[in-house]
């Protein structure tokens, strides 16, 4: 991705500027993510990594997707083996 895309997707993440109770309308909001290629929970992310992580794994296919998922769960929740 290019430095250009990059900043414009950066500003295009509105969650920082909506105060609490706004209720933007979903559609309006899928118009708007689909405008940018890009997820609606890239809209949402609330950190730059977050938004990162949320935009790679949409640009990968639905049995890419899983593989990552599986993975990531492998990571953060290791089966319980035996202990020594």
């Known amino acids: 991705m ?3 895309l990059s900043a414009r997707l950066a500003n295009a993440r509105f ?3 909506l105060k609490p109770g706004d209720k933007p309308e979903l ?3 899928q118009r708007i993510a689909d405008d940018l290629r890009v997820p609606v ?3 949402f992310a609330d950190s730059d990594l977050l938004a990162q992580m949320v ?3 949409g640009l990968l296919s639905e ?3 899983r593989q990552a998922l599986a993975e990531i769960k492998r990571r ?3 089966p319980f083996g035996p202990r020594g």
């Open 63 to 65: 049995v890419q997707q």
């Open 76 to 78: 953060i929740f290791p």
């Open 2 to 4: 290019d430095a250009a």
């Open 27 to 29: 559609a309006a909001l």
């Open 15 to 17: 969650v920082r500027y």
């Open 55 to 57: 935009l790679a794994f």
């Open 41 to 43: 929970a890239y809209l």
